[in-house]
């Protein structure tokens, strides 16, 4: 459950709520189990023994028009980007969370490269409307196509944890092996996430006779490439995926959060470090000023930059839980709007 699939599940139960008039089909090519937002809600897996088992990117290239053109719908959401073929005139409505296949198509897994070089573009283009997930990405889509984005959504915290006491926090780090002092990062550990230059960074300052008493902790899953994660250096505490409950604790008591990825569309991580009050040294990315505002630090991510930007972070005091100004329902309003324009329906 990375970026996108927490953004999806996070908008769904409110925009059940947005469209009560509405029917929903959720197509998937596996199981899953969440509770649905109702009983408005219809799942279609597919089953088939073969398409079942084509890479997520080609599944919903090849088959998933298939399974949707079955049940008649008034509009389809692209809610992975990508669009089916076999819609006919269907309208879609896209969101699109980065053009990571343009920029920096080097971090992304072949086949997922391949098939987001091939039909991503045709695809926003061709959407009844499109929606992005920050002013940052829809501004990169104009000067890409000339065509910016027809609505923002914003994400908002994934995580609905409430700040923990510090009893609760330090029980948590004690399940993890998390001794403090710590500096944190989260993300799956794939390249375009930059996770050795963190690495680097502490490095060069545990070399200058500086951090030599704190752990770096890493969060996240096992991405593609080489394991930034998988340090020989005792000082790297790499711990994978963790609960909403252990993230929060680990916000909560981190000295600093690192996150140096080289592009995002938006920067979940960001907004959930600070809504812990956790100071944050992240890439100077437009996305990401649009997260964390005046409440972050910005480096640029190499080493160097990262190692300068905790220098500065850790001078500074913590900064006091920042409540975030949107939330999901929100976000599912401006999706609703979307949905009904397309299908005709009045608000």
């Known amino acids: 459950m ?55 990117s080609y599944w919903i290239h090849y088959r998933l028009g298939m399974l949707a053109h079955r049940d008649r ?16 005139r269907l309208p879609y409505v896209t969101t699109v969370y980065d053009i990571n296949h343009l920029l920096f198509p080097e971090t992304m897994p072949v086949l997922t490269r391949s098939a987001h070089l091939r039909w991503l573009t045709t695809d926003i283009l061709k959407a009844s ?22 609505a923002v959504a914003l994400p908002a915290i994934p995580l609905q944890t409430p700040m923990p006491s510090l009893e609760e926090a ?3 780090l004690r399940k993890l092996s998390v001794r403090r002092p ?46 930034a994660g998988r340090s020989r250096m005792a000082w790297v505490n790499s711990v994978g995926y963790v609960d909403d409950t252990s993230l929060a604790a680990l916000y909560a008591l981190s000295d600093a959060f690192i996150f140096p990825s080289f592009y995002e569309g938006y920067g979940m ?9 956790c100071r944050v040294v992240a890439t100077d990315l437009p996305e990401l000023r649009e997260v964390g505002g005046t409440d972050a630090v910005y480096v640029e ?12 972070a850790l001078a500074m005091p913590k900064p006091s839980p920042r409540r975030a100004l949107h939330d999901w329902a929100d976000a599912a309003c401006v999706m609703a709007k979307m949905f009904r324009q397309v299908a005709m329906v009045p608000d």
């Open 182 to 227: 710590y500096l944190l990062t989260v993300g799956n550990r794939e390249p375009r996430k930059n996770l050795e230059s963190a690495i680097s960074a502490v490095a060069m300052l545990r070399s200058e006779g500086r951090l030599t008493g704190h752990q770096l902790v890493m969060v996240g899953s096992r991405g593609w490439g080489r394991d």
């Open 301 to 312: 991510p190499t080493p160097a930059g990262i190692a300068r930007g905790l220098d500065v």
């Open 269 to 277: 991580p960001v907004g959930e470090a600070l809504a812990f009050g």
């Open 73 to 88: 719908l008034d509009v389809f959401w692209a809610a992975n980007t990508l669009s089916p073929t076999g819609l006919g």
């Open 170 to 172: 330090i029980e948590q």
């Open 2 to 56: 990375s970026g996108i699939g927490r953004y999806v599940l996070n908008i769904l139960a409110p925009l059940n709520d947005a469209l009560p008039e509405a029917q929903f089909f959720l197509y998937t090519r596996s199981h899953f189990e969440f509770p649905l937002p109702s009983s408005r809600w219809v799942v279609r897996r597919d089953k088939h023994r073969v398409f079942s088992q084509l890479p997520t």
């Open 129 to 150: 409307r499109i929606v992005a997930i920050s002013e940052g990405t829809s501004s990169r889509l104009y000067s890409r196509f000339g065509r910016s984005a027809d």
